[in-house]
């Protein structure tokens, strides 16, 4: 059976993991590379990377440590910020990623989506989307309208129909990152999430908000996700202050399993 | 030496990254010349099965990949659409395929969300060399939307079940095959790389 999975995501900064709240005042964590191998031999299931001031600054990604990391990791890994061009995806996979993550591009550029799922497979592109719950209005019949750069510019885009449109383009993944949960430890938007998963037939990954197994777990039942992003639950220094700990990737997932979601048993001895 | 094969539709630095660190000299190969010095080879695979057969053909490494593969049976190791080229036909974009393990690729019906992405458990179903040590549900990562069909069940090493069960370790001869990201797949798929890299497939009694 195919099991839910635990993805630790990196805020990258200057080639260290950085952790922010609502998108802004990061704090640093540690340096990417570090981290990466730590979490691969925590047996994470999955890592996704944003240079999150790449697309901002209008500079390409650092792919320098996009390749330390990649060194480090031998579970799936994700990279994204500042992709503009078939040749920038090119090059982050020759750098050692899996799949890309495009998102305020993507909003730019929509056909970027089409063009990568048709030379790298569909399965390659992940369309990542900052939401934020603004209320009905005219032009955003679900409540929740698509923001970019940062969560700093809004676009007028209905969250539900961006997410179609996504896939329709070729998206084969799509996640869900709530900017009014983002590094609040106070649980996924599972409404949005579960809108988006009902909106669409390809994975969905729960993205800001998780600071306890319960969010994790209500990702992925109420939220109806098939990956759940999670940071601050693991290294996010502020964790404390908010009345919660940091957990080990062994302990949520332990956690995870008696609350009835299957996820990938953790192994306890080395192979070879 | 094993040549991982880099080509515009592979993940081959994965790969490469992966040998790194168990230590297996390998070397990325973009071209026939350096196929001819390679004792072993992965093909590694992302995308679509004809782009992946267009780009092999394209860098000309499509006649000297047959030629060792199929007259100087050099072992070989397919990774994801790097296997489901060996079969014969596949469904995505109705193309043939190398043909070298008979049967076909057909996409995944049913309500369950395509593409599969993430860790399903593996189980070994005959044994082989390549699944020495492996666990008895081994989890490994997957990524596909379309999936292999042998028609030699003799050729099925492992399944897994996805809406309905499939092929997802595949041997014929010198050639065997994931069906899973074996280079994505954490220590389990670790150790199966480390298997390949000392398979010697002409001392197997079948």
Known sequence: MLTCRLIACFDVLKGRVTKAQQFENNIDVAPAEDLARELYEEQIDEIIFYDITASVERRPIDLDTVRRVARQVFV???????????????????????????????????????????????????????????????????????????????TGLDAIDWVKRGEELGAGEIVVNSIDRDGTASGYDLEITRAVADAVSVPIIASGGAGTVEHIAQGFSAGGAQGAIISSILYSPRLESQGLKNLGVEEIKNDLADRGIEVRPFLNSGLH | MIGVIDYRAGNAPSVGYALERLGVDYRLVANGDELS???????????????????????????????SVRDEKTPILGICVGLQILLEHSEEGDVAGLGWIPGNVKQFTGPLRVPQI?????????????????????????????????????????????????????????????????????????????????????????
Not at chain 2, 39 to 67: F, H, M, N, Q, Y
């Open chain 1, 76 to 154: 799936p890994f994700t990279v994204g910020g500042g992709i503009r061009s078939v040749a920038d995806m090119f090059a982050v996979l020759k750098a050692g990623a899996e799949k890309i993550s495009i998102d305020s591009m993507a909003v730019r550029e929509p056909d970027l989506i089409r063009q990568g799922a048709q030379e790298f497979g569909r399965q390659c592109v992940v369309l990542s989307t900052q939401v934020r719950n603004v209320g009905l209005r005219a032009g955003i019949p679900s409540g929740y309208e698509v923001f970019i750069d940062g969560a700093r510019e809004a």
């Open chain 2, 37 to 67: 010095r390679c004792d072993r080879i992965i093909l590694p695979g992302v995308g679509a099965a004809a782009a992946t057969i267009d780009s092999l053909k394209s860098a000309g490494l499509l006649e000297p990949l047959t030629k």
């Open chain 2, 118 to 206: 993430g860790w399903n458990s593996v189980k070994v179903v005959r044994p082989h060399p390549l699944v020495e040590g492996f666990p008895d549900a081994g989890y490994c990562y997957f990524v596909n939307s379309y999936f292999a069909t042998p028609s030699n069940p003799d050729h099925v090493i492992a399944t897994t079940s996805y809406g309905e069960d499939f092929c997802s370790i595949m041997a014929h001869e010198n050639i065997v095959a994931t069906q899973f990201h074996a280079e994505k797949s954490g220590e389990i798929g670790l150790s199966l790389l480390t298997n390949f890299s000392t398979w010697n497939p002409e001392s197997m009694s079948s």
